[in-house]
């Protein structure tokens, strides 16, 4: 199996990538030197993670003229946050994260969610209620402005990140193929970290069927999770500090899963979504961006 996807733009995707979310500063520069050393070749970064100027720090240490790596040979990738929609924000907000990556250009820019919210400086600029101040910006309109970077140069491919269309995970993956759209799973092995977890939730890595999984292959039950997203066709940043980790999620390649263990890992679906963030509304628990102006997508869960 190959270690890459090709995009439209002819660009090679590798399969899997070191993501950023959630890594401390601190940790972050160690954590992609650490990647970057043991073979990845893909970093996947974004400015509300409030770590690119460090990212960039290890991207220094290991690409350019006379060091370990060419440019080229790294895809990396940043995405424009949601105050940052408005068309004459677009190119700013895309030159900010190359001057904290130190960088060019960019391999793919990736609108992170296609809901806008207030311009501005604040992060998450919110009411006094407490709940977000949308903008009514209209996600197609940030696409063009998007659009103009690829023609001027300053990154190579755009993108969709957060799109929670009306379609199983199956239907959507399919139409993506037949579209030549490539699908990335981000939080591939659950997120137990994320801000707004809740203790009682399952654990994706505990479950014992899993655990058998990973017990006949002779992988850890990361590594057969990965490797069922691979194999897929899908590609996949799993976040780690940790070296040993980190080293572990890239070695996918070298085992396949047969196609009844792949189906048995497909039947673990609950029809949750663990990874969008929820409000409490009615004491009820509902996506926090569900009554956006332009909300595009229609969520089945």
Known sequence: MSTFVTLSTG??????????WKSAPGQVKQAVLAALDCGYRHIDCAAAYSNEQEVGEALAVRIGPGKALRREEVFITSKLWNTKHDPEDVEEACRTSLAHLGLSYLDLYLMHWPMAFQRGKELMPRREDGSIRYSDTHYRDTWAAMEKLVDNGLVKAIGLW???????????LSHCRSVAVCMIAYSPLGSGDRPWASPDEPSLLEDPRLGA???????????????????????CIPKSVTPSRIQQNLQVFDFSLSEDDMK??????????????????DGKRVWRDAEHPHFPFHDPY
């Not at 957060?162 to 959507?172: F, M, R, T, V």
């Not at 990973?214 to 590594?223: C, E, F, L, V, W």
């Open 162 to 172: 957060n799109a929670i269309p009306y379609l199983s995970q199956e239907d959507l």
């Open 264 to 281: 048995l890992i497909g039947s673990f679906s609950r029809n949750e979504r663990f990874i969008v963030p929820a409000v409490e509304r």
């Open 11 to 20: 660009q090679r995707l590798p399969m899997v990538g070191l993501g950023t």
């Open 213 to 235: 999984i990973s017990q006949r292959y002779r992988k850890t039950p990361a590594q057969v999770i990965l490797r069922w997203h691979v194999q897929r066709g899908v590609v």
